[in-house]
C-alpha cells in the first residue's frame, strides 16, 4: 500500500506558466512534508518542506500548499523555466519511527 | 545541509557477484538509511543504519541479501549480495545529522547487473 500518493505522473508546462503537483496521504503520524527534486543522473535534493501546523510555505518560486484536514499538499512552481525540467518527488515523514515515504514522482517538463 | 559522498558512482557486475557500496558524510549524522531507487521509479526504504547495531530492514529486505555495516557517526556500508539482473537499480544514502530533522542524499550508486 503506497503511503503517499502524487499526481500528475507527468507535467508538461510552457516556459513562465505554473507548474503544480499534488500530493495524498492517510497517515496521521505524519508530521513533516518535504518536496525533492531530481535530475537524471543525481540523486534527490531538498527543494523545500513544511510542517502540518503551517498552511502555505514560500521560497522564491517554489510554494506548499498544506491541507491537513483533507491531508493533502501540494507544490506549485510559479514562473516555471526549463531549468526547472526534472523529476519532482513528494515525500512524508513517520513521526513514530522517523522514516520518509515518497510519492512515484511527477516528471515536469518545462517547454521554452 | 551533509556532503555526502557515494563510491562507487557507478558498477556493472556478473550475476551472481557481490557489490560493497560506501557511503561517507562530511559530518556526524545520527541517522543513515539506505534506498533503492529502480528505474523511472520513486524511492524504497531497504534500511535504516544503526551506529554500533545491526540495521532495521523494511517489509521484503534481509540481512542475508543487503548487509548494512554502520561503524561509526559518519560512514556506513550497504553490499548488495548475490546479485541477479532484478537487483540493478540506483542505491542511494540518506542522512539526518539528528531525529525529526531534514534527510539529505547522496548521488547514488547507478548498479547495472549482467
Known amino acids: 500500500q503506497q503511503q503517499v500518493k502524487q499526481s500528475p505522473q507527468s507535467l508538461i508546462v510552457q516556459k513562465g506558466g505554473i507548474s503544480i503537483i499534488n500530493c495524498a496521504y492517510e497517515?496521521?503520524?505524519?508530521?513533516?512534508f518535504p518536496w525533492y527534486q531530481q535530475f537524471p543522473g543525481k540523486g534527490p535534493a531538498l527543494l523545500i518542506a513544511i510542517r502540518p501546523d503551517v498552511s502555505e510555505k514560500k521560497e522564491g518560486r517554489f510554494t506548499i500548499s498544506f491541507n491537513k484536514s483533507a491531508k493533502q499538499f501540494s507544490l506549485h512552481i510559479m514562473d516555471s523555466q526549463p531549468g526547472d525540467s526534472a523529476t519532482y518527488f513528494c515525500?512524508?515523514?513517520?513521526?513514530?519511527?522517523?522514516?520518509?515515504?515518497f510519492g512515484s514522482g511527477t516528471k515536469l517538463n518545462v517547454k521554452p | 545541509s551533509a556532503v555526502i559522498s557515494q563510491k562507487p558512482s557507478r558498477d556493472i557486475c556478473q550475476r551472481g557477484t557481490s557489490l560493497t557500496i560506501q557511503c561517507q558524510v562530511d559530518s556526524q549524522v545520527t541517522m543513515m538509511f539506505w534506498y533503492r531507487q529502480q528505474p523511472g521509479q520513486s524511492l524504497t526504504l531497504i534500511a535504516t543504519?544503526?551506529?554500533?547495531?545491526?540495521?532495521?530492514?523494511e517489509s521484503g529486505f534481509v540481512i542475508d541479501k543487503f548487509p548494512i555495516s554502520r561503524p561509526n557517526l559518519t560512514f556506513s556500508t550497504l553490499t548488495v549480495s548475490n546479485m541477479s539482473p532484478e537487483d540493478s537499480s540506483i542505491y542511494l544514502c540518506?542522512?539526518?545529522?539528528?531525529?525529526?530533522?531534514?534527510?539529505?542524499f547522496g548521488q547514488g550508486t547507478r548498479l547495472t547487473v549482467v
Open positions: 543504519a544503526n551506529q554500533g547495531s545491526e540495521a532495521t530492514y
Open positions: 515525500a512524508a515523514r513517520s513521526r513514530n519511527f522517523n522514516k520518509f515515504y
Open positions: 540518506s542522512v539526518g545529522r539528528t531525529v525529526n530533522t531534514e534527510a539529505f
Open positions: 497517515n496521521t503520524a505524519f508530521d513533516y
